[in-house]
C-alpha cells in the first residue's frame, strides 16, 4: 500500500481545496469534519464554508497542515502544487475522477507525496456506508 495514505488518513489537520454545496469537495469536508479531523476549508473566492472560515490558498493555512485533499480540475490543482510548495506541505491527496497525472507527477519532482486515483473517505477512520462497501471489494480484488 502506499504510505501517503497512511500519512494522510491518520492525520488529524487536513485542508480539503475546492469545498463548495455542490462538489464532492464539500461533502469530503462534512464527512471528515464529523468524523473528528481538524479540516480547514479551502476556496478562492469563498469566505466560509460550513460554518468555518474558508482560506482563500493552502499558502495561509496554519503551518500544522501539512496535507491537503484536492477535489478541483486538473488546471486548479497545478496551481495548488505551487502553493502547496510555497506552504512547505508535505503530501497531497488528488481525489480520484479526473487525470491529475501532470499535477501530481509535479508535486512529487517538487519532493511532495501524493496520493491518486482513489477516494479519500475509503480510508479515513472511520470508514462507512457505501465506501465500507467499495473499501471491502477493493481489497478482495486485491487492489487496495
Known amino acids: 500500500m502506499n504510505p ?9 489537520h487536513l485542508a480539503v481545496v475546492g469545498v463548495s454545496d455542490k ?9 471528515l469534519k464529523k468524523n473528528g479531523y481538524v479540516v480547514y476549508p479551502v476556496h478562492p473566492t469563498r469566505e466560509s464554508f460550513d460554518g468555518d472560515r474558508c482560506f482563500a490558498s493552502v499558502r495561509y493555512l496554519p503551518p500544522q497542515v501539512k496535507s491537503a485533499i484536492l477535489a478541483v480540475s486538473p488546471e486548479a490543482a497545478d496551481r495548488v ?16 475522477g479526473k487525470d491529475f497525472s501532470g499535477p501530481a507527477a509535479k508535486a512529487q519532482a517538487r519532493g511532495i507525496q501524493t496520493v491518486c486515483r482513489k477516494c479519500i473517505l475509503m480510508y479515513a477512520q472511520p470508514v462507512g ?3 465500507s462497501v467499495h473499501r471491502l471489494v477493493v481489497r478482495i480484488f486485491g487492489r487496495l
Open 4 to 12: 501517503s495514505i497512511d500519512t494522510i488518513a491518520s492525520s488529524k
Open 23 to 31: 462538489s464532492f469537495g464539500g461533502i469530503i469536508y462534512k464527512t
Open 81 to 96: 502544487v505551487d502553493d502547496a510548495v510555497l506552504a512547505g506541505m508535505t503530501h497531497l491527496w488528488f481525489q480520484q
Open 129 to 131: 456506508g457505501i465506501h
